[in-house]
């Protein structure tokens, strides 16, 4: 079984480079454009009413996998789902930014993480009520956070 | 420029049919059982330190899409991208469920919201920092809470 999967847009940014590009949107404060491709924007219609918007993209730039890796964040091994690292078996990643503005097909959006180029494969709106949790646990990740 | 995703996985859920399954994981309490194919599994080391966890999963009983679509929750149309509606041009579903527990390559998980038998794509840990926004403006689905 497999399922094919194509842009409907691109994900444009400040960071040409992995090195430059922050680890997750909660550290960034940075902007970016995404652009919709005209034949997918009446899609778009009502987005503007929401402040987050769940982005799906393809990490184009990584291929292949390793089911242990040693992630930006720890410098212990962890298996490969406990982790967001974007070398995965399908690589997909997901961040929620905040939605600023749109003209048309394209999003001004806040919090961008990815690398300038990026594929995008969905938008979906973000709301609290199905997407937001209380993690009482975070594993590895635990204490970890924006102070580091 | 495409992209092939192969399943990681199948997703177990007590709902054989689209017309029984909850809207949102928020609104479902249903046990569900992640099996990741053993090639995988030891991706799962650690994923038990976290008490949440996002699956990208694919909407494998949808096909084609409309760029604007009336979905469960409203009676007006919208556009597709703001809305979670499954038939979308890349058919990929996210949903955060609590992990109750792991034994060897099968998760416990709690809310799931998604057909019996559904493909995994992906795992992803639920990181409050990453993930959790305080979502100032819902759109249309405002004021459609769990009340209603």
Same mark, same amino acid.
């Given at each position: 079984?497999?399922? $094919?999967? #194509?842009?409907?847009?691109?994900?444009? &940014?400040?960071? +040409?480079?992995?090195? +430059?590009?922050?680890? +997750?949107?909660?550290?960034?404060?940075?902007? *970016?454009?995404?652009?919709?491709?005209?034949?997918?924007?009446?899609?778009?219609?009502?987005?503007?009413?929401? /402040?987050?918007?769940?982005?799906?993209?393809?990490?184009?730039? /990584? &291929?292949?996998?390793?089911? #242990?890796?040693?992630?930006?964040?720890?410098? #212990?091994?962890?298996?490969?789902?406990?982790?967001?690292?974007?070398?995965?078996?399908?690589?997909? *990643?997901?961040? $929620?930014? #905040?939605?600023?503005?749109?003209?048309?097909?394209?999003?001004?959006?806040?919090?961008?993480?990815?690398?300038?180029?990026?594929?995008?494969?969905?938008?979906?709106?973000?709301?609290?009520?199905?997407?937001?949790?209380?993690?009482?646990? &975070?594993?590895?990740?635990?204490?970890?956070?924006?102070?580091?």
């Amino acid at each position: 079984m497999e399922f $094919v999967m #194509r842009p409907i847009g691109i994900i444009h &940014s400040p960071f +040409q480079e992995k090195e +430059q590009t922050p680890i +997750q949107p909660s550290r960034s404060q940075a902007q *970016g454009r995404v652009e919709v491709y005209p034949e997918f924007a009446a899609g778009l219609e009502d987005i503007e009413g929401f /402040s987050h918007i769940i982005l799906l993209y393809a990490f184009h730039q /990584s &291929s292949g996998f390793t089911l #242990r890796v040693k992630p930006f964040l720890d410098d #212990r091994l962890h298996g490969l789902f406990a982790t967001r690292y974007p070398k995965r078996p399908n690589p997909i *990643g997901i961040s $929620v930014v #905040r939605l600023a503005a749109r003209q048309g097909n394209i999003l001004q959006i806040e919090g961008v993480d990815v690398l300038d180029g990026t594929p995008l494969l969905d938008i979906k709106p973000y709301v609290s009520e199905f997407d937001l949790r209380t993690a009482t646990r &975070s594993g590895w990740l635990e204490g970890r956070g924006e102070s580091q």
